[in-house]
């Protein structure tokens, strides 16, 4: 599946942390997941897929670059829900 061409969706509740901003960049998030959702794929409205790493393997890792805008608001509101 190639995540460039889906929606993807990250349970808060799945996250090993909050999101954090990267240090070496003021436009970029990262997280880690141990599970995420991917909708979508091809266009296509149904089914979608369920990733889940293993008992034992690492979280997955994802960075997000803000094209448009800064990530300070995302943060501060991301923040309440942990």
Do not use: W
């Not at 808060?12 to 794929?41: H, N, W």
């Not at 790493?53 to 960075?63: H, R």
């Amino acid at each position: 599946m190639d995540a460039n061409h889906c929606i993807m969706r990250f349970p808060l509740d799945r996250m090993v942390g909050c999101p954090t901003a990267v240090v070496s960049s003021t436009d970029v998030i990262q997280f880690e997941s141990r599970r995420y959702f991917a909708m979508k794929a091809g266009n296509v409205i149904g089914p979608y897929d369920t990733i889940q790493s293993k008992d034992g393997d690492p979280p997955y890792l994802f960075q997000f670059r803000f094209l448009h805008s800064s990530p300070d608001r995302f943060l501060r509101y991301v923040e309440v829900c942990f």
